[in-house]
């Protein structure tokens, strides 16, 4: 058996195992390098889960995830940009090419803005709702246009609807305010907020609009040059159901304040159309206007002022120049005083027909007064013409058109209104009168002599660029003789038109009319105009207190009657007759007593017609109106 060795510093020795265990004990716990590590990490991972996240925030932005989360949700609301960028959360949303579009079930609008940066409630978009504030904007448009948006099945009742709330908006440079028909272009200013809640609420306040410079265009023609305007404006307007849409009845509010270049009219003749018998040349001049508005209303301390150079005004063969104003104002309300008023001037007004010969008035005013209603919303308004007493108007530049019917020889004519009482507690109607002079004229071979006086009562008037309406006018004959076959001495009488208009181009006068007569001279001087009748048939036919009812037109080529029917006592006629040149051409059926007879009227030669009279009647046909 071997030795077992005592050397002290062997390992054998019991020694030996303290001398290992102090050589091995400088060596580091394995445990402690792993944990400095993973305190590295963390950093590093919330910056990669940083960085992972604004790269699917951006490309969310720009691939078009976040527009048809939102358009799902918004119904006929949409938002959407061509590229956005998002340096979250402590850097600001930038977009391009930005557009809001809404339509309901009247309207289509859409905002446009080049590029636009502001900050964004990114907990606001899991909640449905778009908060978006401090947004500063440049170069942005507008458009507005009829277009009923297309029919849908009814929503989800139980869906909550995205709401959209942009706050502290700042634009600069609106290019564009385009409302379909009427544009704005220039460099607009404006800064405000929106808050829309599809389907239950719009509301749009802007604080601050301002223009240094801008035109209005109607049509794409420009009708005026904005040298400046600062407004503030409000609207709120509640959803009112699928078929009616938003109520914009009471939502505007606001004050505008302005001062504007007015082009010439001449834009207007575009408008019109080359066919329009009606043209305007000139009035260009400036409108300044100061406007207040709450819930759609006019409020107290608005005003506009304007005037305007020479207007040029072409109506069928007549044409009136005169240079205008026009000044508006709302006033505090008053007892007994009105609540606004209107006057619309020109003033001296020169009016001529087609050789050039005319007549000039002084001044044509119309007035306005608005009085608010008593415990209703809206005003009455008390309307009042003033035309000053013209120069007396020669009558014979009426012959290319009326002398088929009448020549004129000699005769003027005055335009004018009544003066109102300065005791008359009511304006008095829109009354404009024309009075003649003794006028000679001719009709064929009958000499004639008359006075006429035309009521026209401008509450009723009518225009829709073709034809006048004169519905209301009394025409009154007086003084009226002839040295016809049947000599008419000192007749007068009255008619009314309750339906009359007159055509420009060409003139043509259509009435339907009724009058009561004092006597039948003038019927009896036309159906005896050619060849007299039997005196006993002529004494019978002067019927006292006629009534006479029927439709008349006057161009150039004479005068037409139709529907022609008088009634007086033991009295009756009926037919119809056209009159050019004295000439007298138609058919009569009349009825004295118990005797019936048929006239056949023909130039040269009139017929009667006492057997089996209403049978011939029958055939007569009225040809049509020219």
């Known amino acids: 058996m071997p030795r077992r060795s005592t050397n002290p510093s062997g390992p054998g020795h019991p020694r030996y195992a303290p001398a290992l265990s102090m050589t091995v004990s400088p060596t580091l716990d394995a445990s402690n390098a792993p944990r400095g590590k993973r305190w590295w990490r963390l950093p590093l991972w919330l910056l990669v889960a940083v960085v992972m996240l604004e790269v699917l925030i951006n490309v969310a932005l720009n691939v078009g995830v976040v527009q048809a989360i939102m358009r799902r949700g918004t119904d006929r609301t949409q938002l959407s940009w ?13 977009l391009k090419g930005f557009t809001l579009t809404n339509q309901d079930t009247q309207r289509w609008w859409k905002v446009e803005v080049d590029a636009l940066t502001a900050g964004v409630s990114l907990t606001g978009l899991l909640r449905k709702r778009v908060d978006v504030y401090g947004i500063d904007g440049r170069g942005a448009t507008f458009r507005m246009e009829p277009s009923p948006a297309p029919e849908e099945g009814p929503s989800d009742p139980n869906s909550r609807p995205w709401v959209i709330h942009l706050r502290d908006v700042t634009i600069h440079e609106v290019r564009e305010l385009d409302f379909s028909r009427v544009r704005f272009a220039g460099a607009l200013d404006v800064k405000g907020e929106l808050n829309l809640q599809s389907r239950e609420r719009i509301q749009v306040d802007l604080p601050s609009v301002r223009v240094a410079e801008g035109f209005l265009e109607v049509d794409g023609k420009r009708v005026a040059r904005l040298e400046a305007l600062s407004a503030r404006a409000r609207l709120d307007a509640p959803f009112q159901g699928e078929q009616d849409g938003y109520d914009l009845s009471k939502a505007i509010g606001g004050q505008a304040q302005a001062k504007v270049d007015l082009l010439p009219l001449d834009w ?335 130039p040269g030669n009139n017929g009667l017609h006492l057997v089996n009279a209403k049978q011939w009647f029958a055939g007569q046909q009225a040809p049509p109106f020219r």
């Not at 061509?82 to 979250?88: F, K, P």
């Not at 300065?422 to 064929?444: C, F, H, I, Q, Y």
């Not at 003038?522 to 009748?533: D, N, W």
């Open 82 to 94: 061509q590229r956005a960028w998002w340096l979250w959360p402590v850097g600001r949303l930038h």
């Open 268 to 602: 207007v003749n575009d408008l019109l159309g080359a066919s329009a018998p009606v043209s305007l040349r000139g009035g260009g001049g400036r409108l300044e206007l100061d406007v207040r508005m709450e819930r759609n209303m006019l409020e107290p301390g608005s005003r506009l002022e304007a005037s305007g150079t020479q207007l040029d005004l072409r109506a069928g063969p007549m044409r009136a120049r005169a240079p205008w104003s026009l000044k508006a104002s709302m006033d505090e309300q008053r007892p007994g005083q009105p609540a606004g008023q209107l006057s619309l001037a020109f003033a001296p007004v020169k009016v001529s027909g087609p050789k050039g010969n005319g007549v000039e008035v002084p001044e044509v005013a119309l007035s306005v007064l608005a009085r608010r209603r008593e415990g209703q919303p809206g005003f009455d308004l008390e309307p009042e013409l003033r035309v000053a007493k013209s120069r007396p108007l020669d009558l014979r530049l009426l012959n290319p058109w009326l002398e088929q019917t009448l020549a004129v020889d000699s005769g003027h004519v005055t335009v004018r209104t009544e003066e109102r009482s300065p005791k008359a507690k009511k304006r008095n109607s829109l009354e404009l009168r024309m009075d003649t002079d003794l006028v000679s004229g001719r009709m064929g071979n009958n000499k004639v002599l008359l006075r006429a006086e035309v009521e026209v009562d401008a509450r009723h008037l009518s225009w829709d660029m073709k034809e006048l309406g004169l519905a209301g006018t009394t025409l009154r004959l007086s003084n009226v003789s002839s040295n016809g076959p049947v000599p008419i001495r000192a007749w007068s009488g009255t008619f009314s038109l309750p339906r009359a208009s007159l055509t420009l181009s060409p003139t043509v006068l259509s009435a339907r009319f009724s009058s009561q007569l004092t006597d039948t001279q003038p019927l009896v001087a036309l159906i005896t105009a050619s060849k007299r009748l039997p005196s006993f048939l002529t004494s019978l036919l002067n019927i006292p207190k006629v009534e006479v009812t029927g439709q008349v037109q006057i161009d150039e080529r004479g005068l037409q009657v139709r529907e022609l029917k008088a009634k007086g006592d033991g009295f009756s006629l009926e037919g119809h007759l056209d009159l050019v040149q004295g000439n007298i051409t138609g058919a009569l059926l009349t009825t004295l007593g118990a005797v019936t007879g048929g006239i056949e009227l023909r």
